[in-house]
C-alpha cells in the first residue's frame, strides 16, 4: 500500500521540524521550529533527545551494525516521547488507527519488530502532534541503523500525514559548524569543509549551499577509527578519541619526552587525500613488546595527535590556496578534538586572518539530531527532494557530491 503522503508539503514561512538521527551509535531526536527560509531563518531548539550506545559498544570495543539497530530500535519510541514532552507537544489522549493506517504502518516496519511492538501504543494513545516536517538522515552511516530511523520516520509520516525529507549525515555535520544556536552563519563562498569523523574524513569544496564538492578523502582509515584503533593499542577504551586527546593533553602538561617519531602520511602527496592505516601500524609497531607505562602511553598518544593535527592541517591550507577559500568549516566528530581546534584557530588568525574558520559548539560536534533539522530545513522546499516517503532509502555510503 503507498503511504499517502505525496501531495502534502510544508508551509512556508515557519515550520516546527521533526529530526531524527541514528546513522551509528547515538539515537538522537528533536524538534526546532524553523521561522524563514534557509538560511535566513532563525531556529529554536523546542526539544532535544539524544540516547548514545557508548556504554553498550564499549563492551566490545567498537559499534557493531546490528547491536546499533537493536538499540535504535529499542530507544527511538522513548527518545521521541522525550523530545515531544519537552516541546510541550506531547499529547496523551487515546487516538483509534485507521485500519488503512494500521496496515501502512506495519508494512513499513516488518523488518522491524521491536520498534512496531514499541511505537503502535504509541500511536494509539497520542494524537498527531503539531509539527509540519520529519527530517531523518539517510546516508552515510551503519546500513542497519540507518534503515530503523528511516522506516520510523517513514511510519510516523504515514500515521500523521507528514511529509518527510531525507538528510545527509555529512552536511548536517557541515551545517552544525556554521550554527550558532539560533541562526545559521551568513559565510563566504567558496568555502571548504573538513568533514573529520568516525566513518569520514574529507576535504568538501562547497560553492553555495547544496553545491558540493570532494576533493579530497581518506583513501583507506577514517581519522576517527584511527584514534580509535590506536586508543585500542594503547589499552585505552572506546571510543578511542577523547580518550587520546585526554593522554596528550597530559603529555603536552607535564613535558613528557617524546618516545616515538610516527609518520605524517601523505603529508606531500600534492593532492588533497588522506592516508591513516599507516599511522595506526606505526603505532602498533611503537608499542609491541614495550610495557605501557602512563608515560610513554601519554607520549604516544601526544606524537598521534600532533601527526593527524599536521596532516589535516597541512592539507587543508593547501587547499585554500589552490580553490581562493573564504571560508574554513570544520565538522564531524573528531573536531570535538582541542588540540586540532586550537592549532586551526592559532594558525588561522595568525597566518590567515583573511579566512573565517567555523567549529562546531562542542556539543554539536559529535551526533545529534539538530543538525539533521537543520539539513532537512534546507531541503524543505527543494523540488528535487522526494516527498514520497517510500521512496527513502537507507544508503551507507551516501556522498555528498
Ligand atoms: O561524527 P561522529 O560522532 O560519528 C560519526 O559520524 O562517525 O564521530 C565519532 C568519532 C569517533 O571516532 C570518536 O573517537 C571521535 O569522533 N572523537 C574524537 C573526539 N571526540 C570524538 N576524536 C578525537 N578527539 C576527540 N575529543
Ligand atoms: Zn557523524
Given at each position: 500500500?503507498?503511504?499517502?503522503?505525496?501531495?502534502?508539503?510544508?508551509p512556508k514561512?515557519?515550520m516546527?521540524?521533526?529530526?531524527?538521527?541514528?546513522?551509528?551509535?547515538?539515537?538522537?531526536?528533536?524538534?526546532?521550529?524553523?521561522n524563514?527560509?534557509?538560511?535566513?531563518?532563525?531556529?529554536t531548539?523546542?526539544?532535544?533527545?539524544?540516547?548514545?550506545?557508548?556504554?553498550?559498544?564499549?563492551?566490545?570495543?567498537?559499534?557493531?551494525?546490528?547491536?546499533?539497530?537493536?538499540e535504535?530500535a529499542?530507544t527511538l519510541?522513548?527518545?521521541?516521547?522525550?523530545?515531544?514532552?519537552?516541546a510541550?507537544?506531547?499529547?496523551n489522549?487515546?487516538?483509534?488507527?485507521?485500519?488503512?493506517t494500521?496496515?501502512?504502518?506495519?508494512?513499513?516496519?516488518?523488518?522491524?519488530s521491536?520498534?512496531?511492538?514499541?511505537?503502535?501504543?504509541?500511536?494509539?494513545?497520542?494524537?498527531?502532534?503539531?509539527?509540519?516536517?520529519?527530517?531523518v538522515?539517510?546516508?552515510?552511516?551503519?546500513?542497519?541503523?540507518?534503515?530503523?530511523?528511516?522506516?520510523?520516520?517513514?511510519?510516523?509520516?504515514?500515521?500523521?500525514?507528514?511529509?518527510?525529507?531525507?538528510?545527509?549525515?555529512?552536511?548536517?555535520h557541515?551545517?552544525?559548524?556554521?550554527?550558532?544556536?539560533?541562526?545559521?552563519?551568513d559565510?563566504?563562498?567558496?568555502?571548504?569543509?573538513?568533514?573529520?569523523?568516525?566513518?569520514?574524513?574529507?576535504?568538501?569544496?562547497?560553492?553555495?549551499?547544496?553545491?558540493?564538492t570532494?576533493?579530497?578523502?581518506?583513501?583507506?582509515?577514517?581519522?576517527?577509527?584511527?584514534?580509535?584503533?590506536?586508543?585500542?593499542?594503547?589499552?585505552?577504551?572506546?571510543?578511542?578519541?577523547?580518550e587520546?586527546?585526554?593522554?596528550?593533553?597530559?603529555?603536552?602538561?607535564?613535558?613528557?619526552?617524546?618516545f616515538?617519531?610516527?609518520?605524517?602520511?601523505?603529508?606531500?602527496?600534492?593532492?588533497?587525500?588522506?592516508?591513516?592505516?599507516?599511522?595506526?601500524?606505526?603505532?602498533?609497531y611503537?608499542?609491541?613488546?614495550?610495557?605501557?607505562?602512563?608515560?610513554?602511553?601519554?607520549?604516544?598518544?601526544?606524537?598521534?595527535?600532533?601527526?593527524?593535527?599536521?596532516?589535516?592541517l597541512?592539507k587543508?591550507?593547501?587547499?585554500?590556496?589552490?580553490?581562493?577559500?573564504?571560508?574554513?568549516?570544520?565538522?564531524?566528530?573528531?573536531?570535538?578534538?582541542?588540540?586540532?581546534r586550537?592549532s586551526?584557530?592559532?594558525?588561522?588568525?595568525?597566518?590567515?586572518?583573511?579566512?573565517?574558520l567555523?567549529?562546531?559548539?562542542?556539543?554539536?560536534?559529535?551526533?545529534?539530531?539538530?543538525?539533521?533539522?537543520?539539513?532537512?530545513?534546507?531541503?524543505?522546499?527543494?523540488?528535487?527532494?522526494?516527498?514520497?516517503a517510500?521512496?527513502?532509502?537507507a544508503?551507507?555510503?551516501?556522498?555528498?557530491?
Amino acid at each position: 500500500m503507498r503511504e499517502r503522503i505525496s501531495n502534502l508539503t510544508p508551509p512556508k514561512t515557519s515550520m516546527i521540524i521533526l529530526s531524527i538521527e541514528t546513522s551509528c551509535d547515538e539515537t538522537a531526536v528533536s524538534l526546532v521550529s524553523a521561522n524563514g527560509d534557509f538560511p535566513h531563518a532563525t531556529y529554536t531548539l523546542l526539544g532535544n533527545a539524544l540516547f548514545s550506545q557508548i556504554d553498550i559498544h564499549r563492551e566490545y570495543g567498537g559499534v557493531f551494525p546490528m547491536v546499533a539497530k537493536r538499540e535504535h530500535a529499542r530507544t527511538l519510541v522513548p527518545m521521541l516521547e522525550k523530545a515531544l514532552r519537552e516541546a510541550k507537544l506531547l499529547v496523551n489522549e487515546a487516538h483509534a488507527i485507521g485500519d488503512e493506517t494500521l496496515g501502512t504502518i506495519k508494512n513499513i516496519l516488518a523488518r522491524e519488530s521491536d520498534l512496531e511492538t514499541a511505537l503502535i501504543p504509541f500511536l494509539s494513545s497520542h494524537t498527531r502532534p503539531q509539527i509540519d516536517l520529519i527530517s531523518v538522515t539517510h546516508g552515510p552511516g551503519l546500513e542497519p541503523a540507518l534503515w530503523v530511523g528511516v522506516n520510523f520516520a517513514r511510519a510516523l509520516a504515514a500515521s500523521w500525514e507528514i511529509p518527510v525529507v531525507s538528510a545527509n549525515h555529512m552536511e548536517g555535520h557541515i551545517l552544525s559548524s556554521v550554527f550558532d544556536g539560533t541562526k545559521i552563519a551568513d559565510i563566504t563562498f567558496p568555502a571548504l569543509a573538513l568533514l573529520i569523523s568516525g566513518g569520514h574524513t574529507e576535504l568538501v569544496l562547497i560553492e553555495n549551499w547544496g553545491v558540493y564538492t570532494t576533493i579530497g578523502e581518506t583513501r583507506d582509515d577514517a581519522v576517527g577509527e584511527a584514534f580509535d584503533k590506536s586508543a585500542r593499542m594503547l589499552g585505552l577504551p572506546y571510543p578511542g578519541g577523547p580518550e587520546i586527546s585526554r593522554c596528550a593533553a597530559h603529555a603536552r602538561e607535564i613535558h613528557t619526552p617524546p618516545f616515538v617519531h610516527l609518520p605524517r602520511p601523505m603529508l606531500n602527496s600534492g593532492d588533497f587525500d588522506f592516508s591513516f592505516s599507516g599511522l595506526k601500524t606505526a603505532v602498533r609497531y611503537a608499542v609491541q613488546n614495550v610495557e605501557l607505562t602512563e608515560n610513554i602511553r601519554s607520549s604516544v598518544a601526544r606524537e598521534f595527535e600532533d601527526a593527524v593535527t599536521e596532516v589535516l592541517l597541512h592539507k587543508t591550507l593547501a587547499a585554500v590556496d589552490a580553490h581562493g577559500i573564504h571560508t574554513v568549516i570544520i565538522g564531524g566528530g573528531v573536531s570535538a578534538n582541542t588540540h586540532i581546534r586550537n592549532s586551526f584557530s592559532n594558525h588561522f588568525r595568525e597566518h590567515y586572518p583573511e579566512v573565517s574558520l567555523y567549529l562546531p559548539d562542542p556539543k554539536l560536534s559529535t551526533d545529534n539530531a539538530i543538525m539533521i533539522a537543520l539539513t532537512g530545513h534546507a531541503h524543505a522546499h527543494d523540488a528535487s527532494t522526494p516527498n514520497d516517503a517510500s521512496t527513502i532509502r537507507a544508503i551507507g555510503n551516501l556522498h555528498l557530491t
